[in-house]
């Protein structure tokens, strides 16, 4: 009986996911940085400006809308590394039941 987490497969996979999860890791912290950077740099510009309760709203929408957007692709990717490790995981566990209910055969490869 072939299982989809074979040793060479298995080994396959967890490269695959590890770079999946460092990818998305790398650019969920890169959203993060720029959603950060683009609100303090409108901020930045336009602090002088932000005298009454309607630019403060107008700032709160910008916020809102450019930042928050970048923050939750962010987030999204975050989930993914995480379903991902997750994967790595159950790759690993299975790995180690195979191990310990069939002894013999690992042994004989």
Do not use: C
Not at 37 to 56: E, F, I, N, P, R
């Amino acid at each position: 009986m072939k299982t989809d987490t074979e040793p060479h497969e298995a080994k396959t996979n967890l490269e695959i996911i590890e770079k999946l999860m460092a990818g998305s890791l790398s650019l969920a912290v890169t959203l993060v940085i720029l959603g950060g950077l683009a609100g303090l740099g409108v901020l930045w510009v336009y602090h002088k400006q932000l005298g009454t309760l309607d630019d403060l709203g107008t700032f709160g929408s910008y916020l809102q809308g450019a930042v928050g957007s970048l923050w939750s692709l962010a987030g999204v990717l975050l989930i993914f590394a995480a379903f991902w490790a997750q994967k790595q995981q159950l790759i690993h566990q299975a790995a180690e039941f195979r191990k310990f209910v069939f002894p013999t055969f690992e042994s004989s490869e």
